[in-house]
């Protein structure tokens, strides 16, 4: 079987989590890696990449590519997908592609008139406990999904200065929930409101944004969900689903490090959640990885499409609004202003 020839762009936190899945997939071959900091290409060296540059089209142009895997800033996905696309080489790119719905528009149209594949990275489709409710719900185990529930609460806040370039709370963190509320019952949301408090940092509020949220959602059918969130949670990362229907409910809860519980006369004690994403999700990305690698393969629809990325932004621009003007804001009404963040 021939290789699936792929170059990475970025090689951050979630730049080497991908970089080591892929060298781990036996018909896959990473022959090019571009990071504008060239300490950082040394990850890529010690990995045994032939290709390094610390410009992202020299690698796309010079090194024979089938596919491309972005994970730079998010102020450089639509230009580097766009530029890909060109390239006639496909992309997995992480989340968001970018901050403007226009924009997202515009490149996706470049996507289709190439006919490339592309991929976004909402990870958290791949983890096997959230497969399973989104499995679950589908099959009509819960009958009709009346309610969904979304808790995620991370263990500590990144930097200011990561706070400031990342689109905030919603655009940022928030997005995979929105994603997650579409996944799991496979319904488009119509209206949201949301209502956020800076409760955890003052700094935060200084650079305009929140650390904690509650946002309601309503989807095209008048079901709901609900979605809360915080940037601390001192015991850990806080990741739960539920979907209740006609029929009964389904739970996702915390991963754990070990399952033992302690009884004793002081109470009932046991270990707390796993402390982040990267060992929360640690085999959500492999999986992740694997499913891009299959769908270039066979040739088969991506499983999450720019359109995702799409609907869940319309969803964290909506957010904003709410928030901005204390109201619910309907998804149509962000459609219609496209609004630029």
Known sequence: MTKIRLGIAGLGRIGKIHLDNL???PNVEVVGATDPDSASLQYAVDKGIAYTNTDFEAMVNMVPLDAVVICSPTDTHADYVAFCAKAGKHIFCEK????SLNRIKDVLDVVQKHKVKLMLGFNRRFDKEFRKVHELVKNGAVG??????????DPGAPPVGYIKKSGGLFL???I???DMARYVVEKEVAEVYAKGAVLVDPAIGEVGDIDTAVVTLTYTDGTMAVIDNSREASYGYDQRVE??????MVQS???FHDSHKLYNKEGIHAALPLHFFLERYQEAYKTEMQDFIKGLEIGTPMPVDGNDGLQSLKIGLAALQSLKHNRPVKISEVEQSAPMV
Do not use: A, E, Y
Not at 96 to 99: A, E, M, N, Q
Not at 243 to 248: M, R
């Open 176 to 178: 995979h929930d929105f």
């Open 144 to 153: 009709n999904p009346h309610l969904v529930k979304i808790t995620s609460r």
């Open 253 to 255: 809860n915390n991963n």
């Open 172 to 174: 940022d963190m928030t």
């Open 96 to 99: 968001p592609l970018d901050l």
């Open 243 to 248: 979907v209740f229907g006609s029929k009964g």
């Open 23 to 25: 060298l781990q997939i």
